[in-house]
């Protein structure tokens, strides 16, 4: 089976903080994904990457960066934390784009206080 | 810029009872749809695909169908059961290679 791995269930962090969300995958996928999901607002994409050190804005890119110096590792950064990032941060990875089922890691709850 | 609907948002039925779950979207040019299902304060787990040339695929007591054509998906769920109360996401996957998300609709099974 595909294994999606966040590094962190729950996080909490102080505002101005520099925070890190690592995501790992060992089906060597080409795609990884990165999403934050809020009530009334759904899932959103902030960055996506199709390649070792290529990245994509998504929706919501402002905020965040992203690294991807390994295919299986892709990580979110948050150069200086607010509190409207507190959410859940999902990653996803996947095999050639918009051809193959995507597959989710069980989420971080990020919360800036 | 690509729309997915989902109707309901919240359903509520009793055990045994067989459901279906709405999905539309706006732009037709997809590459494929995937229902989710989501438990509280979890990750996704993908339930089923269905690329853009199949009409439906099945798995277990889910079977979902795509109308691509006019930006239709249902998925069914035949003797839903207790253990099936999560929140049932859809999603497409267009032309910018992404996935777009339904909001969602939260089903509760009673016992």
């Known amino acids: 089976d595909v294994k999606v791995t966040q590094s962190s269930r729950y996080l909490v962090k102080r505002t101005g903080e520099k925070v890190f969300l690592e995501c790992v995958q060992d089906m060597d996928h080409e795609n990884m994904f990165w999403y934050r999901q809020d009530p009334g607002l759904g899932l959103r994409l902030i960055y996506f990457s199709y390649d070792v050190k290529m990245k994509e804005k998504g929706d919501i890119p402002e905020g965040y960066s992203v690294s991807r110096e390994k295919k299986e590792r892709f990580s979110l950064i948050l150069e200086s934390a607010s509190t409207n990032q507190t959410s859940m941060y999902l990653c996803a990875s996947s095999f050639t784009p918009g051809d193959t089922e995507a597959f989710f890691g069980q989420g971080t709850r990020l919360t800036v206080v | 810029k690509q729309e997915v609907t989902q109707i309901p948002a919240a359903l509520s039925v009793p055990e045994g009872e067989n459901l279906v779950l709405n999905c539309s979207f706006t732009?037709?040019?997809?590459?494929?749809l995937q229902w989710f299902r989501q438990d509280p304060g979890k990750g996704l787990t993908s339930l089923l695909l269905i690329q853009s040339s199949q009409r439906e695929q099945t798995s277990g007591r889910l079977n979902a169908s795509l109308d691509k054509s006019s930006g239709r998906s249902t998925l069914y769920i035949a003797a839903s059961q207790p253990g099936d109360s999560a929140t049932y996401l859809c999603?497409?996957?267009?032309?910018?290679?992404?996935?777009?998300f339904g909001s969602g609709t939260q089903l509760t099974v009673l016992p």
């Open positions: 732009d037709s040019a997809i590459y494929n």
């Open positions: 999603a497409v996957t267009g032309s910018a290679r992404q996935l777009t």
